[in-house]
């Protein structure tokens, strides 16, 4: 990692990890979890592009939770 990085992203990028873990974890113990989240936030993501809010940031936090999830998904079937 480059030296020039923000303690704020270093935080972000540690407690996506820890997310990361845990999400893997529960989806051992309660096989599904995940895909009911991606499910949930696909539905929520493809409804808030009827609202004229839905600007790039609001899309790009959708795409980013829907790609973070994925990484999960496939992590925990590995």
Known sequence: MPE???????KAQAYSYIM???LQR??????GLIN?????????YEASKT?????????????????FLARAKQGAES
Do not use: M
């Open 51 to 67: 609202h004229a809010q839905n600007r790039p940031p609001v899309s790009l936090i959708f795409e980013e939770a829907i790609s």
């Open 26 to 31: 529960l989806e051992r113990r309660e096989p």
């Open 20 to 22: 990361l873990c845990l």
């Open 36 to 44: 009911d989240l991606l499910d949930g936030i696909k539905a929520d």
């Open 4 to 10: 020039d990085v923000s303690e704020a992203t270093i």
